[in-house]
């Protein structure tokens, strides 16, 4: 398996651009989590999904974020406009949750500059 | 969840055994231990976990105490890839989220 496959894996934009990161989760897995990564707020979850359906939104900064799950093999996390402070490290993981261990298997992550 | 303590930073001689504490005292009775690490410019990679008994596999080992209020990571010979940010999580397997803190940001030197 390819993994979690993340694009693009570097993103440079001016403010006020929209932007979308995208991610294809390992196949056969039924949950999605996207994270940021910044050095003063270390790595924070976004969102997640189980089976498509969004279940924790909680951790979305405000509604220039929001996130689709449209099928099991693809999501999106879109910023619009996007603001110099989103510039961070965006991750997507997976795991096969069945309601016990599950480990998350990380992509290689977005680097997102806003300018 | 409950809350981990971990130190920030810790340094480790090549191809000595590399001991990350974790302080999780508030952990409850259906939570297990979670450990993951990142490597630098990549995303977190899944260790080991566990819940009451010591658990190895070919990673490290992970030995909780009796209370569960502590454990500590075992990398057996540290070698200069194991370089990273070690994450140490408290998690209810119930749900599905895991909570990442500060880490420890272990350096392993020739």
């Known amino acids: 398996d390819a993994g979690v496959i993340q694009s693009p894996r570097h993103e440079v934009t001016e403010m006020g651009q929209e932007v979308t990161l995208r991610c294809k989760p390992i196949s056969g897995h039924n949950s999605l989590f996207w994270y940021r990564q910044t050095m003063m707020r270390g790595l924070e979850l976004l969102i997640y999904?189980?089976?498509?359906?969004?279940?924790?939104d909680s951790g979305m900064p405000e509604d220039r974020f929001s996130a689709k799950m449209p099928n099991a093999s693809f999501s999106t996390l879109k910023i619009q406009p996007s603001e110099p402070r989103d510039s961070a490290v965006y991750f997507c993981?997976?795991?096969?949750?069945?309601?016990?261990?599950?480990?998350?298997?990380f992509g290689p992550g977005t680097r997102l500059t806003v300018l | 969840d409950a809350k981990t303590t971990q130190p920030p930073s810790m340094d480790c001689a090549e191809g000595r055994a590399a001991n990350l504490p974790c302080n999780h005292s508030?952990?409850?009775?259906?939570?297990?231990v979670y450990w993951y690490r990142q490597i630098h410019s990549q995303g977190p990679q899944y260790i080991i976990h566990g819940l009451k008994n010591n658990e190895t596999n070919e990673m490290a080992s992970l030995i909780i105490t009796e209370d569960r209020k502590s454990s500590t990571l075992i990398l057996p010979h540290a070698t200069l890839r194991d370089t990273a940010v070690y994450y140490c999580?408290?998690?209810?397997?119930?749900?599905?989220?895991?909570?990442f803190g500060g880490g420890t940001r272990l350096m392993v030197k020739p």
């Open positions: 508030t952990i409850s009775g259906n939570e297990y």
């Open positions: 993981a997976s795991s096969r949750y069945s309601g016990g261990h599950n480990e998350q298997f």
């Open positions: 999580i408290v998690h209810n397997n119930a749900g599905n989220m895991l909570t």
């Open positions: 999904f189980n089976n498509n359906v969004p279940i924790d």
